[in-house]
């Protein structure tokens, strides 16, 4: 049989159906049929080309020379594989794949840990309402406004989750007064 040369490129189609959401499975499972069925096909089929009797066919043609001819040819006849040029490829995406995952977890990590804390934060202060100027500034220290960072709005140079670009347009002056801007699309 040819098991043995696609042997090596068998898929753990268990784990790869874990892997489907659940609108696809459709799909999933033509795709494992056609697999299959070129499966079955490629076994279906001798590993090796049938032999042929040329000597049977000397004692029946006349002319041996022709026979001669077609058994040095059919004998170094070399049919090869096409070389795999793909699977290195497919490695670096994969590699390329990993590496960004585990950045991608990483940061991941870090913003968990990071309101993990802001939430231990909020956990012990005093409540908002009882709380002073003081208690707010050793609670929140790079929240706090001082002469630096006056009170007045917009405070987004210190607020939380605001990009470099956002507050950028917030302070680049109106090109439309306030009273036709809502008339303008």
């Known amino acids: 049989m040819a098991s043995s040369r696609i042997s090596k490129s068998s ?18 499972n033509s795709f494992k049929a056609i697999s299959d069925s070129y499966i ?18 000397r004692s029946e043609i006349a002319n041996k020379d022709v026979v001669a001819k077609l058994e040095s040819a059919y004998k170094a006849a070399q049919v090869p594989y ?17 590496k960004q995952y585990e950045l991608f977890v990483q940061i ?23 709380m002073l100027h003081e208690d707010f500034k050793m609670t929140f220290p790079d929240w706090d406004f ?15 989750g605001i990009s470099k670009e956002e507050r950028a347009r917030r302070h680049e002056p109106d090109p439309y007064p306030y009273a036709i801007k809502g008339f303008l699309k």
């Open 108 to 130: 991941s990590n870090d913003k968990i840990k990071e309101a993990e804390e802001m939430k231990t934060r909020f956990e012990v202060m005093i409540p908002y309402g009882q």
């Open 40 to 57: 079955v096909r490629v076994n279906s089929y001798p590993e090796k080309a049938p032999e042929i009797d040329f000597n049977k066919y």
């Open 146 to 160: 001082s002469r630096n960072y006056p009170t007045q709005e917009p405070n987004d140079e210190l607020q939380p």
């Open 11 to 28: 898929v753990d189609w268990a784990r790869f159906a874990k892997l489907i959401p659940k609108c696809d499975v459709s799909k999933f």
């Open 82 to 98: 096409p070389k795999d040029n793909l699977t290195p490829e497919i490695e670096d995406q994969a590699r390329l794949a990993k």
